[in-house]
């Protein structure tokens, strides 16, 4: 009895520890990999063709909580969702965020792993983005360390999104070429109708050209982030050169914790 009682306290601690990792739908086109009953890590359908698992960080590596955890633990899937977010929103907000410009539309930076996730932290979009994409948010997730938006009326930022999508399709981790829109109202993003994202990863190109994550940029092309105070000139939309990255210039934002507005 004893050693249930602390295999239930471990595994609901483990449970709450867990952040929202957004993955993409995987078509079972090839062999299926069975795991034992309890196994299988828990995964919630958002229903858009995303899905969400729920990672606890061990320190060398990340691990998936699965079906046994969460029975053990004595926590409906729901609460481990809305857990997770919270944790995910906390993760924001103390180690704090970047971001930078890239063409015309905006680039997050968080930790590398945990981008495209941010589309689950409602209060991030809703209060401290908000002013960046006032009629609403257009992004791209094209994998895991990339999160790129625009105001869903910018031409010009649907553009640079696009590019977002062909350029983060080498990297590792992908999620998806489609653009994401939110509504505000039912707090949910919905697949963008852009038959052009759809299609990106057929198109043959070069290999793009990347800053590592970390450190200095060994080459000044690249992201040129908006200073303070200063007016962008517009631009065609075809005009799209800009790369992913980490600039050498100052961020629009950099490092943001605790702001007032969050």
């Not at 062999?31 to 320190?59: C, F, K, M, R, S």
């Not at 990340?62 to 481990?80: C, D, T």
């Not at 994202?197 to 994550?213: D, E, I, M, S």
Request: with cysteine; proline share 6%.
């Amino acid at each position: 009895m004893v050693a249930d009682s602390n295999t239930r306290k471990l595994n609901r601690n483990f449970c709450e520890q867990a952040v929202a990792y957004v993955k993409p739908v995987i078509k079972e086109d090839g062999p299926v990999i069975e795991l034992e009953e309890g196994a299988q890590p828990v995964i919630t359908n958002l229903n858009n063709g995303l899905l969400v698992a729920y990672l606890v960080d061990q320190g060398s590596h990340f691990q998936y909580v699965a079906g046994r955890h969460l029975s053990s633990a004595g926590l409906m899937q729901v609460e481990l969702h809305q857990r997770a977010v919270l944790n995910l929103d906390a993760m924001l907000e103390s180690n704090g965020f970047k971001l930078y410009e890239y063409g015309d539309c905006f680039q997050v930076i968080l930790d590398g792993n945990f981008e495209a996730s941010l589309i689950l932290v409602d209060r991030l979009w809703e209060t401290f983005l908000a002013k960046f994409a006032p009629n609403g948010f257009l992004a791209a997730i094209p994998s895991r360390d990339i999160m790129v938006f625009s105001d869903v009326q910018s031409v010009a930022g649907r553009a640079s999104l696009r590019q977002a999508v062909i350029e983060g399709e080498s990297r590792s981790h992908p999620i998806t070429p489609n653009l994401y829109r939110r509504d505000a109202a039912a707090r949910r993003w919905s697949r963008y109708a852009d038959s052009f994202c759809a299609v990106a990863h057929r198109l043959k190109r070069g290999t793009p050209y990347f800053y590592p994550f970390f450190g200095t940029p060994a080459s000044p092309r690249g992201l040129r982030p908006r200073l303070p105070g200063r007016r962008l000139r517009p631009r065609a939309a075809s005009n799209c050169s800009t790369k992913l990255a980490f600039p050498s210039g100052r961020p629009v934002l950099s490092d943001i914790r605790r702001a007032a507005s969050w």
